[in-house]
């Protein structure tokens, strides 16, 4: 566990910090927080999903319009895994999840980009 005051790395379930004295019984576990809330925003997406993709068909919501909506909570939905590298403790760990996770983001937008260029072209051509 890392001391909040001095940073320096204590053994898990210590109460004090070996180097400076600080009370680590208050310090709170971040890293279960963020990664609980990142999985309630999973659960929040697949209902918006389920909502634009089978509601919007009963609403008769035009094809083009679900595509673009789905676009939009995707591009969202990629920009909420930045929360996991906050998560990890080790800094080389926590690089390499930042670097995964900004890959993920910009595959996500490039494809959807790309999705709703050929959705426009095919609705241009009809």
């Not at 070996?18 to 929040?44: E, H, M, R, T, Y």
């Not at 676009?71 to 930042?98: C, E, G, H, M, N």
Request: charged share 10%; with cysteine.
């Amino acid at each position: 566990m890392k001391c909040p005051k001095c940073s320096h790395e204590n053994a898990e379930g210590a109460k004090y910090c070996s180097q400076c004295g600080q009370n680590l019984a208050d310090v709170k576990d971040w890293p279960s927080l963020l990664l609980l809330g990142w999985c309630g925003s999973l659960i929040f997406f697949a209902a918006a999903y389920f909502v634009i993709g089978y509601v919007g068909s009963l609403l008769n919501m035009e094809w083009q319009a679900r595509n673009y909506a789905i676009f939009v909570i995707s591009i969202i939905q990629s920009f909420t895994f930045l929360v996991i590298p906050f998560a990890i403790r080790k800094t080389s760990y926590k690089v390499a999840a930042f670097i995964m996770v900004l890959i993920y983001i910009v595959w996500t937008v490039v494809s959807n980009v790309s999705s709703i260029i050929n959705t426009y072209e095919i609705s241009s051509n009809y």
